[in-house]
């Protein structure tokens, strides 16, 4: 069965840096996109950022793009989301999901999610 598992979340202080991974299994990565979304107490589940593995593109959201890197690699599938210069509106639940294409990183376009992992940016 497909799953997604992501990891790597914690607490973090303003200016700091975290790495999440999205280890996945009983799929191939290369013939799927990768995304990851977050949602913040309160607030909508957002797209953050998605990488279509097979070809390395990349997509990131303007809340994103220049303080964080989607990378892949694929012998070990796993997807990484490299995240600097956090601030406290990072604060959120984090997932991954998998999707056919990356699109304009919407929900719909997504099959299967993984549970989370919490980042908490705070001083």
């Known amino acids: 069965q497909v799953e997604l598992e992501e990891s790597g979340g914690g607490l973090v202080q303003p200016g700091g840096s975290l790495t999440l991974s999205c280890k996945v299994s009983e799929f191939i990565l290369g013939f799927y996109a990768v995304a990851w979304f977050r949602q913040a107490p309160g607030k909508e589940r957002e797209g953050v950022s998605c990488i279509n593995t097979g070809i390395g593109s990349k997509v990131y959201a303007d809340s994103a793009r220049g303080r964080f890197t989607i990378s892949s690699d694929n012998a070990k599938n796993t997807v990484y989301l490299q995240m600097n210069s956090l601030k406290p509106e990072d604060t959120a639940e984090y997932y991954c999901?998998?999707?056919?294409?990356?699109?304009?990183?919407?929900?719909?376009?997504?099959?299967?999610w993984g549970k989370g992992t919490l980042v908490t940016v705070s001083s």
């Open positions: 999901a998998r999707g056919n294409f990356c699109g304009r990183l919407s929900q719909n376009d997504m099959d299967y």
